[in-house]
């Protein structure tokens, strides 16, 4: 079982940046896709962002293309998610998870384990 805590959230003023870090323990991520999500109150969970296991494939919402970026060290057993240029719309709690194989999946029924989540606000 892998352990996933993610950190780094918080509330920022639209046009700024956060970035976001989930810490891996217990079983390697390594072999495993990664992947952020979110959820606003009252709506579902959303994708947001997966990367490979290698870093080598990623793929982002359509929503937060080119003001996020996804990225992995697996020798620390992290993944980050740098978030530019942020805006209201954006506000959630965003998760971790680690996925069930080594591509990069969308759906969240396709990742295994998840964190507790971190909460970003975004003021206009």
């Known amino acids: 079982q892998v352990q996933l805590v993610e950190s780094g959230g918080g509330l920022v003023q639209a046009g700024n940046s956060l970035r976001l870090t989930c810490a891996a323990s217990?079983?390697?991520?390594?072999?495993?896709?990664m992947g952020w999500f979110r959820q606003a109150p009252g709506k579902d969970r959303e994708f947001v962002a997966t990367?490979?296991?290698?870093?080598?494939?990623?793929y982002y919402a359509d929503s937060v293309k080119g003001r996020f970026t996804i990225s992995r060290d697996n020798g620390k057993q992290t993944v980050v998610l740098q978030m530019n240029s942020l805006k209201p719309e954006d506000t959630a709690v965003y998760y971790c998870?680690?996925?069930?194989?080594?591509?990069?999946?969308?759906?969240?029924?396709?990742?295994?384990?998840w964190g507790q989540g971190t909460q970003v606000t975004v003021s206009s």
């Open positions: 990367i490979s296991w290698s870093g080598g494939s990623t």
């Open positions: 998870a680690a996925a069930l194989s080594a591509i990069a999946p969308v759906s969240p029924g396709s990742y295994g384990s």
């Open positions: 217990g079983r390697t991520i390594s072999t495993r896709a």
